[in-house]
Nanobody, 123 residues
Framework: QVQLVESGGGLVQAGGSLRLSCAASGGTFSSLGMGWFRQTPGKEREFLATISSSSSVIRYADSVKGRFTISRDNAKNTVYLQMNSLKPEDTAVYYC????????????????WGQGTQVTVSS
C-alpha cells in the first residue's frame, strides 16, 4: 500500500512562489501516475496537474497552466509541484495522489491520497 505525505505548504504573498513535495513510501512509486489536486471549503476537489510514471505525459488544468510545474524524481520517490505567480484564489488544501493510470484528470482515477497541505496566498 502506497503512503503519500505532502509538505511545503505555507503562507505566501500574492506573486510569490512555493514548491510542494509529496514523498511516497510502501509501494512502487515509479510505476504510478501522480497528480496534484486542491480543495477549498464547500467545493469539490480540483484537478491541477498530472505526470506519468516516466514523466512522458504531463497535463495541467487551464487555471494553473503556465504558472505551476509538476515534476518527479523516481529515485527519491517524490513528486513536486512548483507554484509561481501565486494568487489569493490559489488558497486551498493541496493534495497529491497516485494512480495506476497515466494522464488522468478525474479524482476517481486516483486510489492513493496524501493528507494534504495548506497553501494560503495573501493579497
Amino acid at each position: 500500500q502506497v503512503q503519500l505525505v505532502e509538505s511545503g505548504g505555507g503562507l505566501v504573498q500574492a506573486g510569490g512562489s512555493l514548491r510542494l513535495s509529496c514523498a511516497a513510501s510502501g509501494g512502487t512509486f515509479s510505476s504510478l501516475g501522480m497528480g496534484w489536486f486542491r480543495q477549498t471549503p464547500g467545493k469539490e476537489r480540483e484537478f491541477l496537474a498530472t505526470i506519468s510514471s516516466s514523466s512522458s505525459v504531463i497535463r495541467y488544468a487551464d487555471s494553473v497552466k503556465g504558472r505551476f510545474t509538476i515534476s518527479r524524481d523516481n529515485a527519491k520517490n517524490t513528486v513536486y509541484l512548483q507554484m509561481n505567480s501565486l494568487k489569493p484564489e490559489d488558497t486551498a488544501v493541496y493534495y497529491c495522489a497516485g494512480s495506476i493510470f497515466a494522464g488522468r484528470t478525474l479524482e476517481r482515477s486516483y486510489g492513493y491520497w496524501g493528507q494534504g497541505t495548506q497553501v494560503t496566498v495573501s493579497s
